[in-house]
């Protein structure tokens, strides 16, 4: 923390000198990212950086991630709550840029402690937007009235809820606990939204009173953990506590620049993480950009290396490829590396944390997409007109399986000498080098080639 002794220093003006702060907070954070369509396996590295962390943040999406943390053979499927609750002593902080259905988040503290585990750590901040009843009807309406164009989201309420944000229509966690602020701005929604639900989509219109209702019992059970999560972000990093933020969804389906319409409404990208959290840019290092061994996506939108074939089927199989929080089966593809190149850049990539490399153990070969070759010509840079990534024909290097058992090793160095040559592929396309391998859903189950903190 700032001020140091002038004889640690290699300046007088100790609290202006930029060099030396920053030279101080250098290795203090770091940030775990999806550089694909979500579920890369981000929250069981989270959790694995966790274990030496002091606090986890979460700073962006809402209930529709579903991070699955494996502790001692035990999933928790988390959706609200950081990946870092899994642990007795870390500080675990859902921030200003999450958006909160406080009955999931209840329900979630809820099964928490049913399980024997505590959510006492946890902070909510005062600044995040509250998901409504009516956001969810929304988001259902919206989506059946789009047919064939619909984009498969997870019907939480979490683009209506981010839609009334940019409206300034909001309603913030702050405002449950003013009912004065909460009346006025809840009738104002009800009274809009049902006139949206009933006349425009036909749909069934929500309840006024049951609303301020469940939420004022809400906003009671949640008060022990709101606070102003902005100053304690701050105040941690600057402490030079080690701090973690934990993305949630991934890089291509950030709103700006993901696959729109067929993104999420939130940014998933490292600079999210600032502007969610409440800390500068400055602050954030360390970033492990996390790659499944393959690629995956839920819900619609192109996918230049989907495999819609018996190997694509295989893959499903083999990684039980299913949606955490829908069930819905996740579309398989092989490795893409022209998105994996695209998120390198897009958030200043550290570190690359390559996930589910023993779903591959059986493959006797492996194909990594490359390039895009669109009219016959090298695509450079990613496609933002989506008529043109669908037209896009993926460029494929293959290379050889292993087709051994991977699960069980722990040192980079014995992996087979296949599956090195496939990681290393990844890590020379992309100019990111490789900071975690991980071999199976559990915490041993990782290889470490960096360790943080
Ligand atoms: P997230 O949304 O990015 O946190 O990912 P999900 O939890 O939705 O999906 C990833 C799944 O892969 C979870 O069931 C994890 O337990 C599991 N997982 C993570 N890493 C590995 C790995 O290296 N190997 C295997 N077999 N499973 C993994
Ligand atoms: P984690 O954090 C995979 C997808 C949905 C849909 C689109 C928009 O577990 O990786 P939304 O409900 O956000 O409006 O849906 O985004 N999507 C995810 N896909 N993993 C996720 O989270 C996702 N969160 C949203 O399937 O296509
Ligand atoms: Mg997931």
Redesign the pocket.
């Known amino acids: 923390a700032l001020p140091i002794s002038e004889s640690e220093h290699c300046c007088i003006i100790k609290m202006n000198c930029f060099d030396c702060y920053m030279e101080d907070i250098d290795m203090a954070t770091s940030m775990v990212i ?1 550089t694909q369509w ?7 590295i989270v959790d694995w950086i966790a274990e030496r962390a002091d606090v986890v943040v979460r700073s962006q999406g809402g209930n529709n ?4 943390v ?1 502790v001692d053979d035990k ?1 928790f499927a988390l959706r609200l709550l950081p990946s870092g609750i899994l642990y007795d002593n870390k500080q675990n902080i859902v921030g200003t840029g999450v958006v909160i259905d406080p009955k999931v988040l209840l329900q979630e503290i809820e099964g928490l402690e049913k399980q024997g585990r505590s959510a006492k750590s946890l902070q909510v901040s005062d600044r995040a937007h509250v998901i409504m009843p009516y956001h969810i009807a929304l988001d259902t309406a919206e989506e059946a009235s789009k047919g064939d164009a619909k984009i498969g989201t997870t019907k939480n309420g979490i683009g209506p809820c981010y839609a009334d944000k940019i409206n300034r229509i909001g309603i913030r966690i702050c405002d449950l606990y003013d009912m004065e602020t909460f009346k006025q701005k809840l009738a104002y929604n009800v009274e809009f939204k049902n006139k949206m639900l009933t006349k425009v989509y036909d749909a069934e219109p929500v309840s006024y009173d049951e609303i301020l209702a469940d939420y004022i019992k809400y906003a009671e059970a949640l008060k022990p953990y709101v606070t102003d999560t902005n100053a304690a972000v701050l105040k941690a990093v600057k402490e030079d506590k080690k701090v973690l933020f934990e993305g949630a969804q991934a890089t291509m389906l950030d709103l700006d620049h993901g696959t729109y319409p067929f993104v999420t409404s939130s940014h998933p990208i490292a600079g999210g993480a600032s502007t969610g959290a409440g800390v500068g840019p400055n602050y954030l290092k360390n970033i492990f950009g ?1 790659v499944k061994a393959y690629a995956t996506r839920v819900g619609a939108g192109p996918f230049p290396t989907e495999l819609l074939n018996e190997t694509g089927d295989n893959l499903r199989e083999l990684g039980h490829e299913f949606g ?1 929080v829908t069930g819905r089966p996740r579309r398989c593809g092989w490795l893409d590396l022209m998105v994996v190149k695209y998120a390198a850049g897009l958030n200043s990539l550290d570190y690359l944390a390559i ?5 591959l153990d059986t493959f006797k070969e492996l194909k990594i997409c490359v390039g895009y070759k669109l009219n016959g010509k090298d695509v450079e840079g990613f496609p933002a007109n989506l008529k043109d990534l669908e037209a896009c024909e993926a460029v494929y290097e293959t290379l050889p399986g292993w087709e051994t058992d991977i699960s069980g090793i722990r040192e980079y160095d014995k992996l087979p000498e296949n599956a090195r040559k496939y990681v290393e592929r990844i890590a020379e396309v992309t100019g990111v080098p490789l900071g975690i391998v ?4 559990n915490r041993s ?1 990782t290889i470490d080639l960096v360790n943080v903190f």
């Open positions: 999806g979500g579920d890369e396996g981000k929250g069981k991630a579903g991070h699955t494996v999933a996390v955490t996930t589910r490399l023993d779903i991980s071999v199976g859903p189950q």
